[in-house]
């Protein structure tokens, strides 16, 4: 049996993990709280979703075109549903939670999260478990991490969305975010 070190996770549990934390951020919402902790919610939903999308599209969707037997089109599919993901999540950004379509596009974007995590762990993660060996699972949960430490905290649909450019965009887009997010006290 391999011993993993320290803090070294499978990317694929990385994932898996965060698809449990969007799923059970998103259980919380309802109606009956206060217009600020829907809010809230919705902010914190945001950026992880965010920081999720922007390390699958960097590492996971290279590995998915790679090693799947239709891959592209595997990938391109994930890709699709991330759109709208974020399409999703800009409405939501700024929005008032006592607004007539916030509760609306909060059950839309939970709907599309689910969909998303489903392709992921029933399309993906099976074929990638068969093809890469632990060692390979485990670089790319070191890259998912990685990323996910510099990835911006708002939808940028902009945005590349494919190596190597956002590689080379997202860092500085989160920072940018990131600082936006301490001066605004979104982070606090």
């Given amino acids: ?55 699958e599209e960097e590492y996971l969707y290279p590995v998915v075109r790679g090693e799947l037997p239709d891959g592209d089109a595997l990938a391109d599919a994930d890709l699709g549903r991330q759109a709208a993901i974020e399409a999703t999540l800009n409405e939501l950004d700024g929005l008032d939670p006592v607004n007539e379509r916030f509760e609306p596009l909060v059950r839309r974007l939970t709907d599309e999260v689910a969909a998303h995590v489903e392709f992921a762990e029933g399309r993906l993660f099976p074929g990638l478990r068969e093809r890469l060996s632990a060692e390979r699972r485990m670089g790319l949960g070191l890259h998912l991490m990685s990323a996910k430490r510099t990835a911006p905290t708002h939808p940028h649909p902009e945005a590349p969305d494919r190596p190597p450019l956002n590689k080379l965009i997202n860092p500085g887009v989160g920072l940018v975010d990131r600082v936006r997010d301490w001066l605004s006290g979104r982070t606090r």
């Fill in 1 to 55: 049996m391999t011993t993993m070190p320290e803090g070294q996770r499978d990317g694929l549990e990385v994932l898996a993990s965060d698809h449990r934390a969007m799923e059970g951020l998103l259980a919380t919402y309802g109606p009956d709280l206060e217009p600020e902790e829907q809010l809230a919610l919705v902010e914190r939903v945001t950026v992880l979703v965010v920081r999720h999308m922007v390390a």
